[in-house]
């Protein structure tokens, strides 16, 4: 549910063919202690979509920074993004937990990137069913399953909603 509503916040631009001239999206995932793997469709287009919201509305050289309530969250997919795209997917890889919530740069601070790819190995995934389990990040970027534009990819993630 939360995955398809905020996709959808981002599809006006899409279909209008603009760029919001974001430079950083912070997004601060949370999850229930008990984290299960998701089917491989559901997260191939939930990762598609991010990958098209990187790629097509944010500025140029603006990134996405992921941050999350458990560090057992780094094991699904999507957060693996920050190795395959590194241009465009960066982690925070502070532990939150439940009672404290990631701030951001004040408007008078220069953003600052740092690619987790050169700070920490990437997470075998151990909650990873779909594409994003192949180890070979060439191979990965070439596959089609992850080059969805954000309507098509917010169309899938509808569908797996309805067959549950």
């Known amino acids: 549910d939360d995955a398809e509503s905020f996709f959808r916040a981002f599809l006006t631009w899409e279909v209008q063919g603009r760029q919001l001239g974001l430079k950083r999206l912070a997004v601060h995932a949370v999850a229930p202690d008990s984290l ?17 919201i990187a790629k097509t509305l944010l500025a140029p050289a603006g ?22 795209e590194p241009q465009y997917f960066s982690l ?3 532990e939150y937990g439940p009672d404290r ?3 951001s740069t004040p408007v008078e601070e ?10 920490v190995r990437r997470p075998r995934g151990a909650l990873v069913t779909g594409c994003m389990v192949k180890e070979d990040l060439e191979q990965l970027r070439k596959d089609p399953l992850l080059d969805l534009a954000l309507s098509d990819a917010f169309e899938a993630v509808s569908r797996c909603k309805q067959e549950g």
Request: aromatic letters at 12%; hydrophobic letters at 45%.
């Open 110 to 119: 220069p953003l600052s990137y740092h690619a987790v790819a050169d700070l």
């Open 63 to 84: 990134f996405i920074i992921f941050s999350f309530s458990h560090r057992r969250q780094l094991q699904l997919a999507f957060p693996q993004l920050a190795w395959l």
């Open 101 to 103: 919530m990631p701030g």
């Open 92 to 94: 925070d890889l502070t």
């Open 36 to 52: 299960c793997k998701p089917k491989p469709e559901l997260e191939n287009v939930v990762c598609a979509a991010w990958r098209s």
